[in-house]
T-cell receptor, first 111, second 112 residues
Framework: GDSVTQMEGPVTLSEEAFLTINCTYT??????LFWYVQYPGEGLQLLLK?????DKGSNKGFEATYRKETTSFHLEKGSVQVSDSAVYFC??????????FGAGTRLTVKP | DAEITQSPRHKITETGRQVTLACHQT?????MFWYRQDLGHGLRLIHY???????NKGEVSDGYSVSRSNTEDLPLTLESAASSQTSVYFC???????????FGDGTRLSIL
């Protein structure tokens, strides 16, 4: 069945460092791919999405490119801020309506 | 703005009691989902619904039930609360497959 694997955390970076969180997926069809962010005490918020191969999703300085050849959707940001500290989830959804989530990666950014 | 609301935000109860968590969405979405989030387990799907009168079991459905009498609401009931059901519960909704899910802010449930 469909699944998502993302890099284990926690990840700790200094402010202004470059961020990469790896995400790979397994799917039978042509899924949409998503990154969600969860701040402490809150629900998951959609950060960005991509619906087909080679699409790039972007939001708030974060980017991820849908790579069908490597079945990947890695999250990147050029310069992280303390306010980016959160848990990040990679997810996929096919036409079957349900969504598969990765285990989540906790990011801590230190000043 | 459309939203998805969960209540209560926090609840403490005793083992053996019946507990119902509310979820209400104004997105007019057909699909609604209940997850639990525990350290070391990520998000796990409890139950889901693709429309009124439709309910389906997820991967951790034992001890939980849902009913869908209208588009807006999917209440989650713990029939006889157990300490193993202490968790943070999230409700979500989506329009259809391949579309993003929108999440509520969660209910933190403690069972003593």
């Amino acid at each position: 069945g469909d699944s998502v694997t993302q890099m284990e955390g926690p990840v700790t970076l200094s402010e202004e460092a470059f961020l990469t969180i790896n995400c790979t997926y397994t799917a039978t069809g042509y899924p949409s791919l998503f990154w969600y962010v969860q701040y402490p005490g809150e629900g998951l918020q959609l950060l960005l999405k991509a619906t087909k191969a080679d699409d790039k999703g972007s939001n708030k300085g974060f980017e991820a490119t849908y790579r069908k050849e490597t079945t990947s959707f890695h999250l990147e940001k050029g310069s992280v801020q303390v306010s980016d500290s959160a848990v990040y989830f990679c997810a996929l959804s096919e036409a079957s309506n349900d969504m598969r989530f990765g285990a989540g990666t906790r990011l801590t950014v230190k000043p | 703005d459309a939203e998805i609301t969960q209540s209560p935000r926090h609840k403490i109860t005793e083992t053996g009691r019946q507990v119902t968590l509310a979820c209400h969405q104004t997105w007019n979405h057909n699909n609604m989902f209940w997850y639990r989030q525990d350290l070391g387990h990520g998000l796990r799907l409890i139950h889901y619904s693709y429309g009124v009168q439709d309910t389906n079991k997820g991967e951790v459905s034992d001890g939980y039930s849902v009913s869908r009498s209208n588009t807006e609401d999917l209440p989650l009931t713990l029939e006889s609360a157990a300490s193993s059901q202490t968790s943070v519960y999230f409700c979500a909704s989506s329009a259809m497959g391949r579309q993003p899910q929108h999440f509520g802010d969660g209910t933190r449930l403690s069972i003593l």
